[in-house]
């Protein structure tokens, strides 16, 4: 997942990350051994689930550690967009997992095998713990992405309740198949959670506007400037999710001088910068200057 940071908070953020990656490859690594001893595909599905979560907070907690390399000769828009295609990985490699799932799944709907229902009672409460945890930390988050990243722990935290309460009848009724059957809800949710992330990340790779920049508000903002008589060639797009870059032409009305077009340009920044534009490049024109962007 894609963080944004500034200074001070940056340490402190890459060391909750990095507890956060191996407490959770820990637990993905003591549900798989886990879920094979009891026999219960549910576990399973849950662990693969959690080795999706443990993946994107290996690439965050290791784009956060090379951010600041900043640009190079050959990606001069430094590092930014590399965690879009560690995203796109992740997902390739949850969408090979679901494919595992439902091919252990499916049989077991067909010819339901009892897993140990205690096994999985002591596995989905360890689930609950370790998720419920982790969500106790994330909450009092401020960022959007914070707050979106505490709301997945949270649907987690409901998994495994409901893989908890699914164990807990198992142990007390003969009903095998609910084994499968929860397998497939996770499977469900996991593949969800998958085309959702895959088309926010083919979205930035498309070179989209991000749905939060308000580009026809921002060129109305523009053109009550003084002295700008017209905006064109207006292009919008985001490295990561959270860094955006805009270029724009701004056509000054007649006899505006360079020292007045500067005062002009901090002004159109700043509108642009509250509007969540990180990168502005601004190319100014006179009115009697032809420009083949003019119509773009
Ligand atoms: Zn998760
Ligand atoms: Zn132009």
Not at 69 to 86: D, H, I
Not at 89 to 107: C, D, H, K, M, R
Request: aromatic letters at 6%; glycine letters at 6%.
């Amino acid at each position: 997942m894609p963080h944004h940071h500034h200074g001070h908070e940056h340490h402190h953020d890459v060391d909750n990350i990095k507890t956060a990656f191996f407490l959770n490859i820990g637990f993905t690594i003591v549900e798989i051994v886990g879920g094979i001893y009891v026999n219960s595909v549910a576990i399973i599905s849950d662990a693969i689930h959690d080795l999706g979560d443990s993946l994107s907070l290996g690439v965050s907690w290791y784009f956060q550690k090379i951010s600041h390399r900043g640009r190079t000769n050959t990606f001069s828009y430094g590092f930014r967009r590399f965690s879009v295609l560690s995203a796109i990985i992740n997902s390739v490699v949850l969408l090979a997992g679901s494919v595992f799932i439902l091919v252990e799944t499916i049989p077991r709907l067909l010819h339901p095998e009892q897993p140990n229902a205690q096994g999985m009672i002591i596995l989905s409460v360890l689930g609950v713990i370790v998720n419920g945890a982790a969500v106790l930390k994330t909450r009092k988050g401020k960022t959007v992405n914070e707050k979106v990243v505490s709301l997945h722990l949270l649907e987690d935290v409901l998994g495994w309740v409901a893989v908890l309460i699914g164990s807990i009848v198992m142990s007390l009724t003969d009903f095998p198949i609910l084994d499968p059957i929860l397998s497939l809800l996770i499977a469900g949710y996991i593949l969800f959670n998958v085309f959702r992330n895959l088309k926010t990340s083919l979205k930035i790779i498309l070179q989209s506007i991000p749905p939060e920049i308000d580009t026809i508000e921002l060129e109305k903002q523009l053109k009550k400037i003084q002295n700008i008589n017209q905006v064109h060639d207006m292009h919008t797009w985001t490295m990561d999710g959270n860094y955006h870059v805009m270029t724009l032409h701004l056509v000054l009305a007649k006899g505006v001088d360079l020292v007045a077009g500067a005062e002009i340009k901090a002004q159109a920044r700043a509108i642009l910068k509250a509007g969540d534009i990180d990168h502005v490049t601004i190319e100014l024109e006179s009115p009697e200057e032809h420009c083949d962007l003019e119509d773009c």
